[in-house]
C-alpha cells in the first residue's frame, strides 16, 4: 500500500493503480472518458488531468493525467487545483466542439456520462462559434443504433469491441477531426457482446435499439435486480419497466460473475416479456375433449375446477422445470411429493448433470466462477461450444488469455493497467486455451490449438491429457500419434500453469467429456495446481433443479403410462422442446387432467386442461442456481396485469383448492410470501439449507423504510391517471421483498442484492459503480455476490472414471446428429424477442465436405429432413471442421423438438429438390 | 572546412555507386569492426563524440542508444529503424543524403544495428520520396550482393537484413512510436510513454528509432574518432549539420555546416541576404515546430545548447524565414491548417483544439475576428503544452503560433481593426463582401 496525498489530504492506496482509479476509489470525483476500470488507462480523452507536485515545496506543479500516472508511495496532487481546473473545463469545451447539443431527444440523455462529467467541470458557456462537423450514421442492425455526430472519440467502444471481445467488424476510420468509428459499411455488429458499447459508450453514438422502440426517460423508468435467465451462467442485470412493458436490461455489476459485461443474448433477449404470445389469463377446458379450445374462465372458478380435479385424480404427479425458479419447483414438489416430482428434463440431461454434480460435490476440484475463469492462466475446453451456449464465459476466457504474457509485462515493469504498453508488450502473445469441439466459431481463432472431433474422440483427448499429466489418471492406449502429442502439449500447458481451467458441458450429451474433464482436473490437483472446473449446464437453473432432485421425464411418462397418475402438473416446461413427439403426445393424451403453469403459449400449454399464467422473470421473485452452483435471487420489476402470477402462487393456491380445508394445510398451501417459499426450500434438501443468506429477507429494512423500485426523479406519478381519476392510488404492495412499487423509500448503501440502480450524485451514468466500490473494478462494498452452494469436500480425488469410449468411428450408412447450440435461436424464451428472432440464422445441416459428396449434396443447397417423425427445410452447409461422420444441427426454433445426439440414416431422411423432383 | 557527410555528394543529383563509395572510404568501418571494435565500443565512441539526434530533438545518440538492454539475456530481436518520414514542412535535408548517397544510410543502418546488437533494421520513408526509396532499394540490393547485409560480417559475427517500408503518408509518423505503430501496420497514433521504444518497441522488443542525418553521421565517427568530430562543431556538441534556407532570400538552398553557425551567417553569407525588395521579420529555425526568431536572435549559434527554451530549439536546421511582404498571421494560419490535418485524432486538445486555431485564424485573414479570438487563440497557446497533449505535434504547433502572438502581436490587432488581413489585396473587397 501506498501514501498519496491528495489536495493535502493523506489518502492510503494500492500503489499498482493509477492516481484516477485510487482517486475514485476513495470517492473523489476526477472526470474521465476513455479510461475504463476493466480495459485500463490509455491516456487519449486528457479529461482526468491533475497538478502533481514534487514535493511539499513545489508551489506550480505541472499537469499529469491521473489516469496515465502510477499512484506510488508519496505523490503529492491536486485535483482542485484552478488551472486542472480550468484545463479539465477546456478539454470538455473541445469535446462539445463538434458535439451536437441534442440531450433533450437523445436516447443517452439522463445517464450520460458526457452529461454529467460537462456539469463536474462546470464548463458551461460555448465559444466555438463555427460549423460543426457531421457524419452519416450507420444501420448496425436489430441490437444498436448509430448516432455519430455525438461521438466525443474517447476510443472506449473500439477498444472494448476488438480489443476485449475479440470483435473485427467495428473500426476506427479517418484521422484528425474526422474520425469514424462504425462498421466499413452498414450491417449488423456480427459480435455476440456488441450491446456492451450501449454502456461502454460515455454518450449516445451507440444506443440500445430494443429500449429505442418503446423508449421511455429512464428517470421514469421502475427497475429491479434480476438474474439473467438464458443461459445457465446466471449473469446479474437490472430489468426495467414501464406501463406493464419491459424497457431494456442493463448490466448490474456482480464481481464475482458478470463484472461490467453482458452478453447480447442476455441484453436483448427480455423482450419475450412483452410478446403477444404471452398467457395473460387462466384458460379451463370445461369438456374433457381436447380437440375444444380451453376457455378464459375467472380465477377463483378456475381454481375451484382445478382443485376439484386434483382431489379426483388418481395420483397427482409434478414435473419441474429448469427454468423456474427453485421456489416454484418447491412448490410443486410439495404439492405432489417429492416421490411424484419429476425434474422435467429428458433421462440423458438428467444423466449428464447427475454426474457433474457428483463430479463437484465428492472431487477435490471446485467449480470456477467467471472471475476465475478471466483469472486462470490456461484452459482447456472439452466439446462446449462456449460462444453459442455461454457466451459470457468465453468474453471470460478471451482475458484469461493475456495472463500467461503478463508476466513479461511484470518483468518490464509496465503497470498493468496501462493497457496501450500492455498491448504494446503482450503482441500476439496468447496464454493456453486449447479448444475440442465440433463446431467452429471466431473463438477457435484464440485459441492455442484447437481439435475438431466426435465427442467420444474429445473425450479421449481429455482422458489422454489427463494421463499424461499422470499422477495416476489413467491413459488411453491406443491413440494416433497426432492427438497423443496433441494431449502432450495440453498437458504440459496445463501443467506449467497455476490456475489452469478445465470446461466441459451437456451440450454435446456426451457423459465421457465431462468424465474425462474431471480426470484432467483432478490430476492437476493431484500436482499441486489449484485447477478450477467449469460445466455448462442447459438452463439457468438446471443446477438448482438437479440439487433439488427427481427423477427424470421418463420417470414422469412411465408413471402416467402404468396408471400410478392420472394428473399431471407441469410448471414452466414445453415438454415438446424436451421428448420426441409422438411419447409427449401419448403421455398428454393419455393423463386425464394436465394443468400447465407458463408464461408463452406453446404446444404443452395448447394441451392443458387448465392453464395458469405464470409471471415471467420480471413479474416474480426468486431463487435462481447457475452453472458455478452459487445461488442469486431476483426479483420482481412490476406488478403484471391480467391473471398473471408467479408460479409459486398458483403452485399454492392449488394446494390450497384440492385440500378445501382452511385449518390444517401445509406445505406450500401454508406459504404466505416468498420468505416462506425461501424458508421451504431451505429445507428441501441439504445443499439448499444456505438459500436464505442469498439476500435479504422480505423483513429487511433500512431506518423502517423499503427500498424503492423507482427513481428519484420519477416524473409525472399524480398524472398518470388523472384522465381518470386525479386521486393518487396507493402503491401496489410487495410482500416478498424489501423493494417497494414506489419512489419513496430508504436511498443508500445496501446489500448488493438489493441495489437495483447505480447512482450517485453527479454520477447518472452506470459508470456510478465506481462509488459502490471501495476499489475501483473490486467488489461492491458489502458484496453479497450469491451464495456457493457446492464446494469441494475432499482433497482426495475419488475414484478415476475409467469409462473411456472407443475411438468414433463414421457409419457406412448413419451419421451421428450433433446438436449445435447457437446464441441466438438456442434458447427458449429470448426466441420470442424479436430484436433475437431477428438475429437467428436460418436452420442448417452441417456436413463434412466428404461426407457431403458421399451425399451427393452440395454447400448451401436447401433440402428436407425427415427425422423423427417430422420433416424439416434446411440448408447444407459442409465445413471442413466438422467431423467425419457426423452431422451438426442447428438447435434454432424450428427445429427445437430435435433430438440430438443420435444415429440417423441420412440417405434415407434427406430429401433434395432433385429427388424431389424425381419423385 | 570539412563536410563529411556531402562533400561526395554529386552536384547534378545523380547517386553515388557503390564502387564510387567503397572507392572514397565507405563500409571501411566494418573492418574495425571485424578488427575488433566491440559493440560497447561503438556505443562509447559515439557518446564521446557527442552526437546528437539530427531529427529536431537533438537528444543525444548515445545516452538513446545507453537504454537499450544488452548481453546474452537482452531480448531477441531488437531493431533499428532510420526515420526517414521527413515530413516537415521546409525540410529536405535528408532527402539530399538518401538521393545523394544512399549507401551512407546502409552503412549507418549496419554499425547502429551493431551498435545495440539489432540484427534487423528498417527504413521507414516518406511516401513520396519515390526516388529515394528507388536509389535505397538499389543500394540495399547491392549491399546484400556484397555481403554487408544478410551474411554474418567477417570477423564479428554480427548479421544484419535491412528493408525499406516506404509510409503510407502521415505527418505524425516522424513521431517515434507513431512511426512503429504505423510499420506494425497499426494506425499512426503514437505510444505512450514510458515504456519507451528501447525496452518495448517495434513490435514488443527493443527498438533505436534514429533520424536519417544521425545515422549518416556513425561511420564518420568510427573512422576518424571523437576529437576529430568534435573538431567539426564550433560548439559542445559534435560534427556537422546541415542547414537550410527557403523563403525569399537570394540564394536559398542547403549546406553542410560546422554545428553552431550563426542564423546570421547562414542568412547574409550562405542565403546572400534577403531577396531584392524584402525585408527579414523573423525565421523558423527548423521545421514549422519550432518558434519564431526575429532580428535580436540572429546571433545565436543554431545549436542544440545554444537557444534558451524560452526562445525556442533548432528543430531540424533547415529554416524557413518571414519577410515584410508576408503576412504573419496568414503564415501561421497555413502551418496551422497543416497541423490540424496532421493530428491523428487521438488526443482531445490536439484533435479537436487545432482545427478550431486554424478556424479562428482564418477568421483573422476573413476579417471576422474579435479580441475574444486573440484570447481563445492564447488559450490554445497555453494549453496545448507538453504533458498535456499525448505527443508533440500540437505542442510544436503551438510554438510558431505562441511566438507570433509574441513577435506579431501588433498584426494580429491590426487584422481586427482594419477588418482584414493588411496584406490581401483583396481586403477591402472582401470587407464589403461581409
Known sequence: ?919 | MERPLTQHIHPDGTTRTLREYVKEGGYRCLERLAAGLAPKDVQRLVTEAGLRGRGGGGFRTGTKWSFVPMGPDAPKPKYIVANGDEMEPGTFKDRVLMEGDPHGLVEGMILAGYAIDAEIGYIFLRGEYHLSAQRLNQAIAEAYAEGYLGKPLPGTGFRFDLHLHASAGRYICGEETALINALEGKRAVPRAKPPFPQTVGLWGQPTIVQNVETLYNLPHIINHGADWYHRLSRTQDGGTKIYGISGRVTNPGWWELPLGITARELLERHARGMADGVRFRGLLPGGISTAFMTEEHLDLPMDFSSIPPEIGRLGTGTMIILDDQTCPVGFVLNLEKFFARESCGWCTPCREGLPWVAKLLTSFEAGRATSDDLSLLEMHAKWLAPGHTFCGLAPGAMAPLQSALKYFHDDFERHITSGGCPWSRKSAQRRILV
Open chain 1, 1 to 919: 500500500m501506498a501514501t498519496i496525498i491528495v489536495d493535502n489530504k493523506s489518502y492510503t492506496v494500492d500503489e499498482r493503480q493509477n492516481l484516477l482509479a485510487a482517486c475514485l476509489g476513495h470517492g473523489l470525483n476526477v472526470p474521465y472518458f476513455c479510461w475504463h476500470p476493466a480495459m485500463g488507462s490509455v491516456g487519449a480523452c486528457r479529461q482526468c488531468a491533475v497538478k502533481q507536485f514534487k514535493d511539499d515545496r513545489d508551489q506550480s506543479g505541472r499537469l499529469v493525467m491521473s489516469c496515465m500516472t502510477p499512484a506510488t508511495n508519496g505523490t503529492r496532487i491536486s485535483i482542485d487545483d484552478p488551472e486542472a481546473k480550468a484545463f479539465r473545463a477546456s478539454v470538455i469545451e473541445w469535446l462539445m466542439v463538434n458535439h451536437p447539443h441534442d440531450c433533450p431527444v437523445c436516447d443517452e440523455g439522463g445517464e450520460c456520462h458526457l452529461q454529467d462529467m460537462t456539469v463536474m467541470t462546470g464548463h458551461v458557456y460555448r465559444r466555438y462559434r463555427f460549423p460543426k462537423r457531421t457524419h452519416r450514421n450507420q444501420s448496425l442492425g436489430p441490437f444498436i443504433r448509430h448516432e455519430m455526430n455525438r461521438c466525443i472519440q474517447c476510443y472506449r467502444c473500439i477498444r472494448f469491441y476488438r480489443d476485449y471481445a475479440g470483435g473485427r467488424d467495428l473500426n476506427v476510420f479517418g484521422s484528425h477531426d474526422a474520425l469514424y468509428f462504425g462498421r466499413e459499411q452498414d450491417g449488423t455488429l456480427e459480435n455476440e457482446f456488441s450491446g456492451n458499447l450501449v454502456e461502454v459508450c460515455p454518450t449516445g453514438v451507440f444506443t440500445d435499439k430494443t429500449f429505442f422502440h418503446h423508449y421511455t426517460r429512464k428517470w421514469d423508468l421502475q427497475s429491479a435486480q434480476s438474474i439473467c435467465p438464458h443461459c445457465s451462467l446466471g449473469c446479474n442485470t437490472t430489468v426495467s419497466e414501464r406501463y406493464g412493458i419491459v424497457r431494456r436490461i442493463a448490466n448490474r455489476f456482480n464481481s464475482q460473475v458478470n463484472g461490467y459485461f453482458l452478453c447480447d443474448r442476455g441484453r436483448f433477449g427480455y423482450e419475450y416479456v412483452n410478446s403477444d404470445k404471452r398467457i395473460k389469463r387462466a384458460l379451463v377446458r370445461p369438456e374433457r375433449d381436447r380437440a375444444k379450445p380451453a376457455k378464459p374462465e375467472g380465477v377463483p372458478q378456475v381454481l375451484e375446477m382445478a382443485g376439484d380435479r386434483l382431489r379426483h385424480a388418481r395420483g397427482i404427479i409434478g414435473i419441474g422445470s429448469p427454468r423456474a425458479s427453485l421456489e416454484a419447483n418447491v412448490a410443486l414438489r410439495s404439492l405432489v411429493g417429492p416421490q411424484r416430482f419429476f425434474q422435467g428434463v429428458d433421462e440423458q440431461e438428467h444423466q449428464l448433470i447427475s454426474t457433474i454434480l457428483s463430479i463437484l460435490r465428492t472431487g477435490p476440484v471446485p467449480s470456477a466462477s467467471i472471475r476465475d475463469a478471466e483469472q486462470s492462466d490456461a484452459v482447456f475446453v472439452l466439446g462446449a461450444d462456449l460462444l453459442n451456449d455461454a457466451s459470457r464465459l468465453a468474453l471470460a476466457l478471451l482475458q484469461s488469455i493475456r495472463q500467461q504474457p503478463m508476466e513479461r509485462v511484470d518483468e518490464l515493469k509496465i503497470p498493468r493497467w496501462d493497457e496501450a504498453a500492455v498491448r504494446n508488450a503482450v503482441q500476439d502473445r496468447r496464454g493456453p486455451l486449447f479448444i475440442a469441439g465440433y463446431q467452429h466459431t471466431w473463438f477457435h481463432e484464440y485459441a492455442t490449438d484447437t481439435y475438431f472431433a466426435a465427442p467420444d474422440d474429445i473425450a479421449r483427448l481429455g482422458f489422454a491429457v489427463a494421463g499424461t499429466i499422470g499422477q495416476g489418471a489413467p491413459s488411453v492406449p491406443d491413440l494416433t500419434g497426432e492427438v497423443r502429442e496433441l494431449a502432450q502439449r495440453i498437458g504440459d500447458a496445463l501443467t506449467h500453469a497455476e490456475r489452469p481451467l478445465i470446461i466441459a458441458g451437456t451440450g454435446s450429451g456426451s457423459q465421457a467429456t465431462i468424465e474425462a474433464a474431471a480426470n484432467v482436473a483432478w490430476a492437476l490437483h493431484h500436482q499441486g495446481k489449484q485447477p478450477r472446473l467449469s460445466f455448462v449446464l442447459p438452463e439457468c437453473n438446471s443446477a438448482g433443479l438437479a440439487l433439488l432432485g427427481g427423477g427424470s421425464l421418463n420417470g414422469a411418462f412411465e408413471s402416467i403410462r402404468r396408471g400410478q397418475a392420472d394428473t399431471v402438473i407441469v410448471l414452466e416446461n414445453d415438454l415438446y422442446r424436451r421428448a420426441d413427439q409422438a411419447k409427449v403426445d401419448a403421455f398428454l393424451d393419455t393423463a386425464q387432467t394436465v394443468i400447465v403453469i407458463d408464461s408463452l403459449e406453446h404446444p404443452t400449454a395448447a394441451h392443458a386442461d387448465v392453464l395458469l399464467p405464470a409471471a415471467t422473470y420480471s413479474e416474480s421473485d426468486g431463487t435462481l442456481v447457475n452453472q458455478e452452483g452459487r445461488a442469486q435471487r431476483f426479483y420482481q420489476v412490476f406488478v403484471p396485469d391480467g391473471d398473471v402470477t408467479e408460479s409459486w402462487r398458483w403452485l399454492r393456491d392449488l394446494a390450497r383448492a384440492k385440500s378445501q380445508e382452511v385449518d390444517g394445510l401445509t406445505g406450500v398451501a401454508t406459504w404466505g410470501n416468498l420468505d416462506d417459499a425461501v424458508s421451504a426450500t431451505a429445507a428441501a434438501a441439504p445443499e439448499l439449507a444456505r438459500i436464505g443468506e442469498v439476500a435479504p429477507s422480505a423483513r429487511f429494512r433500512v431506518v423502517g423504510q423499503k427500498v424503492p423500485r423507482q427513481s428519484d426523479r420519477c416524473s409525472g406519478r399524480t398524472s398518470l391517471i388523472s384522465h381518470l381519476t386525479v386521486h393518487e392510488p396507493p402503491p401496489p404492495v410487495d410482500p416478498d421483498s424489501p423493494l417497494g412499487f414506489t419512489m419513496e423509500g430508504y436511498r443508500g448503501p445496501l446489500p448488493s442484492p438489493l441495489i437495483s440502480q447505480f447512482w450517485a450524485p453527479g454520477w447518472n451514468s452506470i459508470q456510478a459503480v465506481n462509488k459502490y466500490q471501495d476499489e475501483v473494478g473490486g467488489p461492491l462494498r458489502d458484496e453479497m455476490p450469491g451464495v456457493r452452494l457446492i464446494e469441494p469436500v475432499g482433497t482426495k480425488a475419488p475414484h478415476w472414471f475409467t469409462a473411456m469410449p472407443r475411438a468414433f468411428q463414421p457409419s457406412s450408412r448413419e451419421w451421428l446428429l450433433l446438436p449445435l447450440p447457437a446464441v441466438f435461436g438456442g434458447e427458449e424464451l429470448s426466441n420470442q424477442s424479436p430484436a433475437i428472432a431477428e438475429r437467428i440464422s436460418p436452420p442448417f445441416l452441417s456436413l463434412h465436405p466428404s461426407d457431403g459428396a458421399r451425399l451427393n449434396l452440395e454447400d448451401h443447397i436447401t433440402i428436407d429432413l425427415a427425422l423423427q417423425g417430422t420433416t424439416y427445410r434446411l440448408a447444407v452447409h459442409l465445413e471442413s471442421s466438422t467431423p467425419v461422420g457426423t452431422a451438426g444441427i442447428s438447435l434454432v426454433p424450428e427445429l427445437s423438438g430435435m433430438r440430438a445426439p443420435a444415429w440417423v440414416d441420412l440417405f434415407e431422411a434427406i430429401q433434395t429438390e432433385r429427388t424431389r423432383r424425381v419423385a
